[in-house]
């Protein structure tokens, strides 16, 4: 009796390993219509990659949030030119979106019917004290990726505000850790950090 032999081919070494998919605005945007994600989850994308965000403590919030409020509108030049943008989105192209805690934007944002873009942003604002490690090492990098003008981390846990500008890639090259009892300038005022980092 003859034997067929079975011809094996050589297993390649090469072999390509699974993407992840990535996802874009429009997928979330297709997934809050289909109910997957609730309108209050706010979804951020980070090259296409989703995570959802922490709820953040509005009391510390709140009270950054007020004395931006007491400085722009308190100016009519500025009332006129700027506007604070609250945990809102905004982006860099379709893989990236973010919801800072606080972004300032010129005027001229209401008259787009697009998410306003990073570089666009005069000064934007994260308020954390327990998600200081996924800001640092995985926003600031788009914030930067994005040409954003200026970055505040209000940092609760060590009681400091960290200000990131000259944005160069994926990093900012200068970086000032502004203590609990210095002031910080913002549109020719100064705001005592006392009122800001509230213990």
């Known amino acids: 009796m003859s034997t067929a032999?079975?011809?094996k081919k050589p297993v390649s070494s090469k072999q390509k390993s699974p993407k992840p998919y990535k996802f874009t605005i429009n997928h979330l945007k297709k997934m809050y219509e289909a109910g997957i994600f609730h309108p209050e989850?706010?979804?951020?994308?980070?090259?296409?990659?989703?995570?959802?965000?922490?709820?953040?403590?509005f009391r510390h919030a709140k009270v950054l949030e007020r004395k931006l409020y007491e400085i722009i509108y308190?100016?009519?030049?500025l009332k006129e030119k700027l506007?604070?943008?609250t945990q809102n989105p905004i982006k860099i192209d379709a893989k990236n979106l973010l919801y800072p805690d606080i972004a300032i934007y010129p005027e001229e944002i209401y008259k787009k019917e697009d998410i306003p873009k990073i570089k666009d942003a005069v000064l934007i604002i994260e308020i954390l004290d327990t998600t200081l490690d996924y800001d640092r090492e995985v926003k600031l990098p788009v914030y930067a990726k994005g040409k954003a003008k200026e970055v505040w981390i209000v940092n609760l846990k060590d009681n400091v505000l960290e200000k990131y500008t000259q944005p160069s890639g994926k990093l900012f090259k200068s970086i000032h850790i502004y203590q609990e009892n210095e002031k910080i300038e913002i549109f020719n005022e100064k705001i005592d950090l006392l009122k800001i980092l509230v213990k």
């Not at 308190?74 to 030049?77: E, L």
Request: negative net charge.
């Open 41 to 57: 989850e706010k979804i951020e994308l980070i090259n296409g990659e989703p995570f959802m965000m922490t709820p953040i403590g």
């Open 83 to 85: 506007v604070i943008w």
């Open 5 to 7: 032999t079975l011809s």
């Open 74 to 77: 308190s100016d009519p030049k």
